[in-house]
């Protein structure tokens, strides 16, 4: 038994002619906090479904605690916690009725726990799903998925379209969550930021394809904001190796790179410039860079 | 305890935890002895992963800012002690690299800069 809560195997999925996964690989060890970052359409919410055998991988194979989710729904999907894009809740039931009915669901699921979550959340349990607010549906649907303790969380953009209060919330939940040991974290994301604060590791994907997995610490380590200023003005960009994006001119120039910091100030040398100024980019630049450059 | 994460730093969130509690500690903010949130709170507090908090205690442990007393919790070492002082003097220094640097650009002797540092500590008395 590895120690891999997810494993995710040269996926591909197609929908008519729209490639949504192209040769996909993703493998979520246990107890990681896994970002999946990319815009609306990259893939992210299709990748999730593989995960709970919502999907069936025609090409490529997707395994859940060791087992196939979707040959083994009972074993796996047991012990997973998710929360969908779309907060897909039934509209007719009260709070309380949805949490008496998902209990026989999960055999983990723990009452005492479910009603200090009901309490912490500020949710009523007469209340009609119907009627709750976005940032209450958002949390309802959060409830369901933390109840029962689940091994695995798969979040499909917990945050999105919730104003700054709730989205606080959600975060705390979610870090209290991931406090208790042996928690495996999937959280999909295009609030970039949300995800480097929460995240022990990410992975970018763009129009399908895996871009980069990495620990968020490698990632930062790896890219740096270099302004540069040259001897001569320079008439249009100058091509520094490792380069993903520049801006400026004519005799200071700003890249974002991705390489070892000596070598691009070896680099630079080279170039007849030196460095002025360098700073760390954040996660979300970094993944702007990383977009834009594979999209030229 | 009153510690600010920011993103747009650059700098690791944990090394920023570990600078401003060292910074908190050195400027007699946080006192010898004095307890610390546990892992789990301090993470829900700044609203980052509980690992990167358990990363930055590690790190003030090694450098003999903090201790764990097993099962009691986590608490803030003798401020007397030479290793400590030694803290200090290395956020000073930072804070005197950034002076000196900026004085070189703009021109500035350094007899010139001591003369301005012994006026503004003239005025915040």
């Given at each position: 038994m590895n120690d891999n809560t997810i494993e995710i195997s040269h996926v591909r999925r197609q929908f008519g002619k729209t490639v949504a996964l192209d040769d996909v690989s993703l493998n979520v060890p246990q107890g990681i906090v896994m970002g999946l970052i990319g815009e609306n359409g990259a893939g992210k919410t299709t990748l999730i479904k593989h995960a709970l055998g919502l999907l069936k991988a025609k090409t490529g194979g997707v395994r859940v605690f060791g087992l196939d989710p979707v040959a083994d729904p009972v074993g796996v999907l047991g012990r997973i916690g998710y929360l969908s894009e779309d907060r897909?809740?039934?509209?007719?039931?009260r709070v309380g009725e949805l949490m008496r009915y998902s209990r026989?669901?999960?055999?983990?699921?723990d009452q005492a726990y479910a009603e200090e979550l009901r309490e912490t959340f500020e949710l009523?349990?007469?209340?009609k799903i119907k009627t709750l607010s976005k940032g209450q549906r958002a949390r309802t649907a959060l409830l369901v998925a933390l109840a029962h303790r689940p091994d695995l969380l798969l979040l499909d953009?917990?945050?999105?379209?919730?104003d700054p209060i709730v989205r606080r919330d959600i975060i705390s939940a979610i870090i209290r969550t991931i406090a208790e040991e042996g928690r495996t974290v999937l959280l999909s994301s295009h609030l970039v930021d949300e995800v480097e604060r929460v995240a022990d590791s990410v992975a970018i994907i763009h129009h399908g394809e895996m871009v980069l997995t990495d620990s968020v610490d490698n990632i930062k380590e790896a890219h740096h904001r270099l302004t540069l200023r040259f001897h001569e003005p320079q008439a249009g960009a100058p091509q520094l190796p490792g380069a993903l994006s520049c801006v400026g001119g004519p005799l200071e120039w700003t890249f974002l790179c991705n390489g070892q910091i000596d070598q691009l100030k070896e680099a630079a040398k080279t170039l007849d410039a030196h460095v002025v100024e360098q700073s760390t980019p954040t996660l979300e630049d970094i993944f702007i860079a990383r977009v834009k450059s594979k999209a030229s | 305890m009153q510690i600010h994460i920011s993103l747009d730093d650059g700098v690791p969130i944990y090394l920023q935890i570990v600078n401003q509690i060292k910074y908190l500690v050195a400027s007699g903010r946080l006192i010898s002895g004095e307890q610390l949130p546990p892992v789990r709170k301090l993470a829900e507090q700044l609203l980052v992963n509980p690992n990167t908090v358990a990363r930055a205690y590690r790190e003030l442990e090694s450098a003999r800012v903090l201790s764990t007393r097993r099962g009691a919790g986590v608490y803030v070492c003798d401020a007397g002690s030479p290793l400590n002082r030694r803290e200090r003097n290395k956020i000073l220094n930072e804070r005197i690299d950034i002076l000196l640097t900026e004085s070189r650009q703009m021109n500035i002797d350094i007899e010139d800069v001591i003369k301005l540092l012994r006026q503004r500590s003239r005025l915040i008395k």
């Open positions: 897909d809740l039934p509209e007719w039931m026989p669901f999960y055999p983990d699921w009523d349990s007469d209340q953009e917990p945050s999105t379209g919730l | -």
